[in-house]
């Protein structure tokens, strides 16, 4: 039996930065009204033609790679987070492995979109504990942009949301004492519409509808969100699976060095952060740089904080998500 530990770190977000203000040309909306609801005062958006969900994910996996001191031949699987895939189908990960020229390894896809990068984690996490790979390439990548409603009419929920990939390498790891401790993931489909993206899909709204109805006031192809709901689900899910992962490794909240929560919202993680009596040093936000990159979010900000030097050698990490699904999990890690 092994742990897993995370050998390596990359982030990729586009050049193309769109403020709050630049928002507000096209929607009905503004700066103050944003940020007051989200803690947002920009996001990345990709360059239709430059970036696409596998290849902001292949940029982060390089970065990744390169970090963790191995070649990219050493990678035994890859397991691929996302909501946003380039195509319909096939997912990105047999994509990633072409264009990084990797063996004929393995490639998974997880759709669990807000905790879809904890998700793969775990999966990844699981393989290695048994031994049956050593190196496996994990990420979380989004292209949201092209796929909001960018009128007045969406702005509740185009305002949250932009592009981005994260990439981690998890190896194998002997002693124990370190790496990933326990992942705990969870669901409750009962409330899988209350943020959902329905059309096109084939147990509804399917292409062909779509063109046969040709609505101009069809929002089924838009993300929908209940935004109220979301939060009052979400501060609860947080608290809750944070209180599990440390309860079972018999530590305490007083033990986290660092928690990396799911950057929905800034007003949630600053609920969950007063709610567990942490510091600013303790908690990584980074939303009001970057929106809601909803797979990709956990990583980014993961990276950025170790980048920054927040994230040191024996320190426990904790990362936590909560989103569409409604699905949420946590990790533990010992660094």
């Given at each position: 039996?092994?742990?897993?530990?995370?050998s390596?770190?990359?982030?990729?977000?586009?050049?193309?930065?769109v403020t709050?203000d630049?928002?507000?040309?096209?929607?009905?909306?503004?700066d103050?009204?944003?940020?007051?609801?989200?803690?947002?005062?920009?996001r990345?958006h990709?360059?239709?033609?430059?970036?696409?969900?596998?290849?902001?994910?292949?940029?982060?996996?390089?970065?990744?790679?390169?970090?963790?001191?191995i070649?990219?031949?050493?990678?035994?699987?890859?397991?691929?987070?996302t909501?946003?895939?380039?195509?319909?189908?096939p997912?990105?990960?047999?994509?990633?492995?072409?264009?990084?020229?990797?063996?004929?390894?393995?490639?998974?896809?997880?759709?669990?979109?807000c905790?879809?990068?904890?998700y793969?984690l775990?999966?990844?996490?699981?393989?290695?504990?048994?031994?049956?790979y050593?190196?496996?390439?994990v990420?979380?990548?989004?292209?949201?942009?092209?796929?909001?409603?960018?009128?007045?009419?969406g702005?509740?929920?185009?305002?949250?949301?932009?592009d981005?990939?994260?990439?981690?390498?998890?190896?194998?790891?002997e002693?124990l004492?370190?790496g990933i401790?326990?992942?705990?993931?969870?669901?409750?489909?009962?409330h899988?519409?209350?943020?959902?993206?329905?059309?096109?899909?084939?147990?509804?709204?399917?292409?062909?509808?779509?063109?046969?109805d040709?609505?101009?006031?069809?929002?089924?192809?838009?993300?929908?969100?209940?935004?109220?709901?979301?939060?009052?689900?979400?501060?609860?899910?947080f608290?809750?699976?944070?209180?599990?992962g440390?309860?079972?490794?018999n530590?305490?909240?007083?033990?986290?060095?660092?928690l990396?929560?799911?950057?929905?919202?800034?007003r949630?993680?600053?609920?969950?952060q007063?709610?567990?009596?942490?510091n600013?040093?303790?908690?990584?936000?980074?939303?009001?740089?970057?929106?809601?990159?909803?797979?990709?979010?956990?990583?980014?900000?993961?990276?950025?904080?170790?980048?920054?030097?927040?994230?040191?050698?024996g320190?426990?990490?904790?990362?936590?998500a909560?989103?569409?699904?409604?699905?949420?999990?946590?990790?533990?890690?010992?660094?």
């Amino acid at each position: 039996m092994y742990h897993s530990k995370i050998s390596g770190l990359g982030f990729y977000v586009p050049s193309n930065v769109v403020t709050n203000d630049d928002l507000s040309k096209i929607i009905d909306t503004n700066d103050q009204w944003i940020q007051e609801r989200t803690g947002i005062q920009e996001r990345r958006h990709i360059i239709k033609g430059e970036d696409t969900t596998t290849t902001m994910g292949v940029k982060a996996a390089r970065v990744a790679i390169e970090r963790a001191g191995i070649d990219k031949m050493d990678i035994d699987f890859i397991v691929f987070a996302t909501l946003s895939p380039d195509y319909y189908f096939p997912g990105p990960g047999v994509l990633v492995q072409k264009e990084l020229g990797l063996r004929t390894v393995g490639a998974l896809d997880v759709r669990n979109q807000c905790s879809g990068f904890v998700y793969a984690l775990s999966v990844a996490d699981q393989y290695i504990k048994t031994g049956m790979y050593k190196n496996i390439l994990v990420i979380g990548s989004e292209v949201h942009s092209s796929g909001l409603d960018m009128t007045t009419r969406g702005r509740n929920v185009s305002v949250i949301f932009g592009d981005g990939a994260g990439a981690a390498v998890l190896s194998r790891e002997e002693d124990l004492t370190k790496g990933i401790l326990s992942t705990h993931l969870h669901s409750e489909g009962i409330h899988a519409e209350e943020l959902a993206l329905t059309a096109p899909g084939m147990g509804g709204r399917w292409v062909s509808d779509i063109v046969a109805d040709n609505d101009p006031n069809d929002e089924s192809y838009f993300p929908h969100m209940n935004g109220q709901f979301v939060f009052k689900n979400a501060v609860v899910r947080f608290a809750e699976v944070i209180h599990e992962g440390l309860e079972a490794n018999n530590l305490t909240v007083s033990d986290i060095d660092m928690l990396i929560p799911h950057q929905a919202n800034l007003r949630i993680s600053q609920f969950i952060q007063q709610k567990f009596g942490l510091n600013d040093n303790q908690v990584y936000n980074n939303i009001q740089k970057y929106g809601n990159t909803t797979a990709a979010s956990v990583p980014i900000a993961l990276t950025e904080a170790w980048e920054k030097g927040k994230i040191k050698s024996g320190d426990t990490v904790v990362l936590a998500a909560f989103g569409s699904g409604f699905t949420w999990a946590s990790a533990i890690i010992k660094w």
